[in-house]
């Protein structure tokens, strides 16, 4: 199969120096830290769907081959997990959340919130605003390789701006809601937008 040709992804511009690229309350490291809620699922990509619903109606539903079809875009940012660590110039791969919403003839999102769901049980809630205009993506892969699955693979969200427990891991589908809901860790103390220059990591912060 032809595979679509891949986007540079974000406007390119200079990048700050490291320390300035550095939210409060992080530490530089080299390494990619796995840290789940739960055991990491075995997944073939053979038995792997995405859908996008509108509350209880299907906008659209992908097999893993059909998914690969759509265009893809290709990014380097830097990611922060709300455990203080952060790592620097990642590079991903997949389809970004403006380009899903193009496949499925939506001019603009229908809804204010989506809320992630993933194999696990796993949930996270998000404001629309922080999934289009190139901010966010459902991603499959990472430095030029297909995600490993202790990494989220076959696929998860991307949301670089935001702690990285809101890039969900093993991404099965995306749910457009009207009004927010608190998600996994939203629901069990952790900040419900989670900024990490505003160090959002829990309630209260």
């Not at 509350?55 to 940012?77: H, M, N, R, Y």
């Not at 790592?87 to 389809?95: D, R």
């Given at each position: 199969?032809?595979?679509?040709?891949?986007?540079?992804?974000?406007?390119?511009?200079r990048q700050a120096p490291e320390a300035a690229?550095?939210?409060?309350?992080?530490?530089?490291?080299?390494?990619?830290?796995?840290?789940?809620?739960?055991?990491?699922?075995?997944?073939?990509?053979?038995?792997?769907?995405?859908?996008?619903?509108?509350?209880?109606?299907?906008?659209?539903?992908?097999?893993?081959?059909?998914?690969?079809?759509?265009?893809?875009?290709?990014?380097?940012?830097?990611?922060?997990?709300?455990?203080?660590?952060?790592?620097?110039?990642?590079?991903?791969?997949?389809?970004?959340?403006?380009?899903?919403?193009?496949?499925?003839?939506?001019?603009?999102?229908?809804?204010?919130?989506?809320?992630?769901?993933?194999d696990g049980g796993y949930t996270t809630n998000?404001?629309?605003?922080?999934?289009?205009?190139?901010?966010?993506?459902?991603?499959?892969?990472?430095?030029?390789?297909?995600?490993?699955?202790?990494?989220?693979?076959?696929?998860?969200?991307?949301?670089?701006?935001?702690?990285?427990?809101?890039?969900?891991?093993?991404?099965?589908?995306?749910?457009?809601?009207?009004?927010?809901?608190?998600?996994?860790?939203?629901?069990?103390?952790?900040?419900?937008?989670?900024?990490?220059?505003?160090?959002?990591?829990?309630?209260?912060?």
């Amino acid at each position: 199969m032809d595979r679509p040709p891949v986007s540079r992804g974000f406007k390119s511009r200079r990048q700050a120096p490291e320390a300035a690229r550095l939210p409060p309350g992080q530490y530089l490291t080299t390494d990619f830290p796995v840290l789940s809620a739960g055991p990491t699922p075995d997944i073939r990509v053979a038995d792997w769907k995405i859908a996008l619903q509108l509350g209880g109606s299907l906008l659209g539903k992908w097999t893993w081959d059909e998914f690969e079809a759509l265009p893809q875009t290709t990014i380097a940012v830097d990611i922060h997990c709300v455990t203080k660590w952060t790592k620097l110039s990642t590079v991903w791969q997949g389809v970004s959340f403006d380009d899903l919403l193009k496949v499925v003839g939506l001019s603009e999102p229908p809804n204010a919130y989506v809320m992630a769901h993933c194999d696990g049980g796993y949930t996270t809630n998000l404001p629309v605003t922080d999934l289009v205009a190139g901010k966010a993506m459902i991603a499959t892969r990472y430095e030029g390789l297909p995600l490993a699955p202790a990494h989220g693979g076959p696929a998860r969200l991307l949301v670089p701006h935001l702690y990285f427990w809101k890039s969900a891991k093993w991404l099965r589908r995306l749910r457009f809601m009207p009004k927010d809901e608190p998600g996994f860790w939203e629901s069990r103390g952790y900040h419900n937008y989670g900024d990490p220059w505003r160090e959002q990591r829990y309630d209260g912060d």
